[in-house]
């Protein structure tokens, strides 16, 4: 998906500052996986967003950081 121009969702957990870094293409998608991993006394709200989405512009810059493999094991 090109979140440069298209809507997207993401999940914020509570407690937590950022958004989670997966997103997905409707605020369904979003809510299914959240309720799937939500732990106990935790809660979550799905923003959505677009081109202005931070969390995948930083994203995407660590995509092309040289050196920097998404495939590379920790």
């Not at 991993?37 to 202005?52: A, K, S, Y």
Request: proline share 4%; with cysteine; aromatic share 8%.
């Amino acid at each position: 998906m090109d979140h440069m121009q298209l809507p997207h969702y993401h999940i914020r957990w509570s407690g937590k500052p950022t958004l989670d870094w997966e997103d997905f293409s409707t605020r369904a998608e979003a809510e299914a996986r959240a309720k799937q991993l939500v732990r106990q006394d935790e809660t979550f709200t799905i923003e959505e967003h677009n081109g202005t989405c931070l969390r995948c512009r930083d994203a995407m810059k660590l995509k092309f950081v040289p050196g920097i493999s998404k495939d590379a094991s920790a």
